[in-house]
């Protein structure tokens, strides 16, 4: 009765519901977390002033993740401007307790890949130009189908698996070149 009568509680619940998913979006965009949350936050702050936009011809879920994709994308091309350089984990430092800096070490949940392939895979992932970075990941790491992804990011669905193609011929090939080079040494 309330969420009828009231449109920001509508818009709260859906909101804490759609969270994850959108999270997911942004994780996968950013490679980040903290990022990730704060991409999540201005998306979700940028929908509910927006909400009167929001023509319903697709499901609220989709409309916010609409909305993330796009903050993902501004916030990396922000962070390209202010960096003027891609940032890779093992360029990453973490500070200690102490005030000491150590290099970042990811977690590698992988029990079959070595942690050396592991990272090089991430940096070669990283070097793709976004457009064919986000669609692979929401595709491979967040298990969505071709149609979700075309919805979310408003592209047709040849397009995104042309996306995806091209991301993992750039990958292989990327990786192909990595394992001449240290056949060679």
Not at 2 to 23: G, K, S
Not at 71 to 98: C, P, T, Y
Request: hydrophobic share 40%.
């Amino acid at each position: 009765m309330v969420a009828a009568a009231d449109p920001q509680y509508d818009f709260e619940t859906a909101a804490r519901d759609c969270r994850p998913f959108l999270l997911k979006i942004a994780v996968a965009s950013a490679r980040n977390p903290v990022d990730a949350e704060d991409i999540v936050q201005e998306a979700l702050l940028r929908g509910y002033r927006g909400i009167r936009r929001f023509r319903g011809d697709c499901p609220l879920r989709i409309w916010l993740s609409r909305i993330v994709v796009r903050v993902a994308i501004n916030h990396h091309r922000s962070a390209a401007r202010r960096l003027k350089r891609w940032v890779f984990f093992g360029d990453m430092e973490k500070e200690q307790e102490d005030g000491n800096r150590t290099e970042f070490d990811p977690a590698d949940h992988s029990k079959n890949i070595p942690r050396e392939q592991m990272m090089d895979l991430d940096r070669q992932v990283n070097r793709l130009p976004i457009e064919f970075k986000v669609p692979l990941l929401m595709l491979a790491v967040d298990g969505m189908t071709i149609p979700e992804i075309a919805d979310i990011l408003e592209i047709p669905q040849g397009t995104v698996k042309s996306r995806v193609f091209y991301a993992r011929k750039r990958l292989h090939s990327a990786l192909e070149d990595r394992l001449r080079k240290s056949r060679k040494t």
